[in-house]
């Protein structure tokens, strides 16, 4: 996906901070029982991301 590749490509340019993907589109992210399916986890997780479904939590995530 593309926000992959942009997270890698600033990997590659020394980004140390987590990356934070935002999204409302749970369903399409999260499984049934609300956990983040197991193929993007492992993407997200190989690329230092983590998920966010609205501001608030992204800004959490970041540490705000």
């Known amino acids: 996906e593309t926000y992959l590749d942009a997270v890698a490509m600033l990997r590659?340019?020394?980004m140390p901070t987590t990356a934070?993907?935002?999204?409302?589109?749970t369903k399409e992210y999260?499984?049934?029982?609300?956990?983040l399916k197991p193929a993007i986890a492992?993407?997200?997780?190989?690329?230092?991301?983590?998920?966010?479904?609205?501001?608030?939590?992204?800004?959490?995530?970041?540490?705000?």
């Open 12 to 14: 590659m340019e020394n």
């Open 30 to 35: 999260f499984t049934d029982g609300n956990v």
């Open 42 to 64: 492992s993407d997200f997780t190989t690329q230092n991301m983590v998920y966010a479904p609205n501001w608030s939590a992204a800004k959490a995530r970041l540490g705000f």
């Open 20 to 25: 934070v993907f935002l999204s409302s589109n």
